[in-house]
Nanobody
């Protein structure tokens, strides 16, 4: 079992950059593929990005491709979400999540076994 805690949320100006962190405790984070999702009230949870266990594989949602980047430091058990060229529509609660099994369906939230509590990111124009 792994526990996940996001940090780094806050308010950002449109066009700016911001980085979120997800700290894993319990089992070693390299046992899991890691994903980032986001959610706004009244909408389904949206896939943002994912990274394979050792960082070689990544995948991104269409709305953030080319702007957001996921990385990980397995020595520190931390996964990062670097967000660039932020837009007001990026405003959401951001969650990190962990999954076992193949990386193939990393964009499907139902594949994930463990979730953090989320951190709010607000982008103002």
């Amino acid at each position: 079992q792994v526990q996940l805690e996001e940090s780094g949320g806050g308010s950002v100006q449109a066009g700016g950059s911001h980085r979120l962190s997800c700290a894993a405790s319990g089992r070693t984070s390299s046992d899991y593929h890691m994903g980032w999702f986001r959610q706004v009230p009244g909408k389904e949870r949206e896939f943002v990005g994912a990274i394979g266990r050792y960082g070689a594989l990544t995948n991104y949602g269409d709305s953030v491709k080319g702007r957001f980047f996921v990385s990980r430091d397995n020595a520190k058990n931390i996964v990062y979400l670097q967000m660039n060229y932020l837009k007001p529509e990026d405003t959401a609660v951001y969650f990190c999540a962990a999954k076992t099994g193949p990386f193939l369906r990393a964009g499907d939230s139902r594949e994930y076994d463990y979730w953090g509590q989320g951190t709010q990111v607000t982008v103002s124009s």
